[in-house]
């Protein structure tokens, strides 16, 4: 007997006229968003080749000045109805679409008894079927038409994605909103969300990389529910009903952000997400849901050790820094890149691995958070042998970098290199979508990404220095070691971690 699939094929014949035509966003008077790589007074390539001389060297070439303007959100933005708006970037040249629906409001159990279930929520929610579809019959259906929806459920965000032909995308729609209001959470979907869960709890500590992302959390943070670890047990006893009940009201938001890409309609594109959203079960948040705490730091600077019998020991050195929006990100990031960020024009990279050879990958970060407090880290893995000497030549640069400052070379070289990055964040229309779409959630302003140019290139040597002295602090750092104990005398004092303590419960 042939399946019955969900899939309508004459429906979506019927609808192929939404996807016939380009829908590229009015341009704007404000500013030109499209990169301009060729000065203004460029002429004709046939009439350069005509009146330039070839050079001497390939050193000689001649390039024009590199510009690039951000896309600008307004372009894309579109307002669907009262606290849902969106961005929609369109690309006729795949018939393909991405929709994202990110929706605004806080997940998080309120006992302990209650993580295993409810990190199970965002997978059941999409693989247990639901408005009178099988968990099996959804399944196929996608499969049918080589289309995915996925949903997922965080600590500040719910939200689920399409990824479909652009024929498919008006029936993934009506499908989704089935799936996504009434989820049938299938027992046996449950089973393997489960069996999943516990395989990943008996291997969380299978590799040093594993261990130390434990160990940095559990040395860098106060106890918080959001930290919580959930164990096999209480993996394996979670119910239908559990998953059920800690679902209830997840995509119910206020407030609603979308990004959509790929080969639509603007103009028709609204009218339909119109249609899909005016169905939408929309209710406020449930009264039992408590706002999420915020992550604090448990302060507490040091060396702290898994022993653990290997080779190569993996380490990770944290420092609090900011939440962003704040005035020392910027400075930080550029002083960052000339420390340990920018790869073998970084001081690290050259002093720890092309002198010394100690090391393969040695480098530094500075958080990006809107929501917390991140972390500065400067990270690398070494010899066992060799950890002390590692940690030595480490600090000195930072000692030396925020004693003597950049050169000038170096501070030109790490700006022009942050801000050549920026256009690899819009290298699809999806990313540009997503992009703009999540930055909206956090409040950012529509001249994020062009005033990214100007805070990056107004970075002085002296923020270089002043942020290298206050955010990568030794004294002031959590240092975490994976690693045979026994090799690391020279690090003394130092607290060892056991490796069964590294949960948060």
């Given at each position: 007997m042939k399946t019955k699939y969900v899939i309508s094929a004459a429906f979506c014949a019927a609808l192929v006229v939404l996807t016939s035509c380009s829908m590229m966003p009015k341009k704007s008077s404000h500013v030109k968003h499209t990169p301009d790589f060729f000065p203004a007074e460029a002429e004709s390539s046939s009439s350069l080749v005509e009146t330039a001389a070839l050079p001497e060297h390939y050193s000689k070439i001649e390039f024009p000045e590199y510009k690039y303007v951000a896309p600008y959100p307004k372009d894309f933005r579109v307002q669907i109805a009262d606290g849902i708006t969106g961005y929609i970037v369109s690309d006729t040249t795949l018939p393909l679409v991405d929709f994202s629906v990110y929706f605004e409001e806080s997940n998080l159990p309120l006992v302990l008894k209650d993580e295993a279930a409810f990190e199970m929520v965002g997978s059941m929610i999409r693989r247990g079927g639901g408005g009178g579809i099988t968990a099996h019959a959804l399944e196929d259906s996608l499969e049918f038409v080589s289309s995915s929806i996925s949903t997922s459920v965080g600590t500040y965000l719910s939200a689920f994605d399409i990824n479909c032909l652009s024929m498919y995308f008006p029936e993934m729609l009506e499908l989704a909103r089935k799936v996504l209001t009434d989820p049938s959470f299938d027992k046996t979907q449950l089973e393997?969300?489960?069996?999943?869960?516990?395989?990943?709890?008996?291997?969380?500590?299978?590799?040093?990389?594993?261990?130390?992302?434990?160990?940095?959390?559990?040395?860098?943070?106060?106890p918080n529910p959001r930290l919580w670890n959930a164990n096999a047990t209480e993996y394996k006893a979670v119910t239908a009903a559990d998953v059920k009940r800690l679902a209830k009201g997840v995509f119910s938001s206020k407030r609603i952000v979308f990004a959509l890409a790929g080969n639509v309609n603007r103009d028709s594109a609204v009218t339909m997400l119109k249609n899909f959203f005016a169905g939408w079960k929309v209710e406020p948040s449930e009264d039992g849901k408590s706002a999420p705490v915020p992550l604090s730091f448990a302060r507490k600077p040091g060396v702290y050790v898994v022993d653990k019998d290997i080779t190569q020991a993996n380490i990770t050195m944290n420092q609090p820094f900011v939440k962003r929006p704040h005035p020392d990100y910027y400075p930080t990031a550029v002083a960052s890149f000339i420390l340990g960020g920018g790869s073998f024009s970084s001081r690290l990279m050259n002093r720890v691995r092309s002198d010394e050879g100690l090391a393969y990958s040695v480098y530094s970060t500075v958080g990006n958070d809107y929501r917390d407090t991140a972390m500065t880290t400067i990270a690398l893995q070494t010899k066992v042998e060799t950890v002390g000497f590692a940690m030595k030549l480490i600090f000195e640069e930072v000692e030396k970098l925020a004693k003597d400052g950049p050169t000038a070379e170096e501070l030109s070289q790490a700006k022009k290199s942050l801000?050549?990055?920026?256009?690899?964040?819009?290298?699809?229309?999806?990313?540009?979508?997503?992009?703009?779409?999540?930055?909206?959630?956090?409040?950012?302003?529509?001249?994020?990404?062009?005033?990214?140019?100007?805070?990056?290139?107004?970075?002085?040597?002296?923020?270089?220095?002043?942020?290298?002295?206050?955010?990568?602090?030794?004294?002031?750092?959590?240092?975490?070691?994976?690693?045979?104990?026994?090799?690391?005398?020279?690090?003394?004092?130092?607290?060892?971690?056991?490796?069964?303590s590294l949960e948060f419960r």
């Open positions: 393997i969300v489960k069996a999943n869960f516990v395989t990943s709890y008996e291997r969380r500590h299978e590799t040093p990389a594993k261990v130390l992302s434990a160990l940095k959390s559990k040395v860098n943070y106060a801000v050549e990055s920026l256009p690899s964040l819009f290298d699809s229309p999806s990313s540009t979508a997503t992009i703009f779409a999540k930055g909206e959630l956090l409040g950012k302003s529509d001249n994020h990404y062009l005033d990214y140019v100007t805070q990056i290139n107004a970075v002085t040597a002296e923020q270089v220095k002043a942020m290298i002295a206050k955010y990568f602090d030794k004294d002031k750092m959590t240092i975490s070691i994976v690693g045979p104990v026994s090799m690391f005398d020279s690090l003394k004092p130092f607290t060892v971690i056991p490796l069964d």
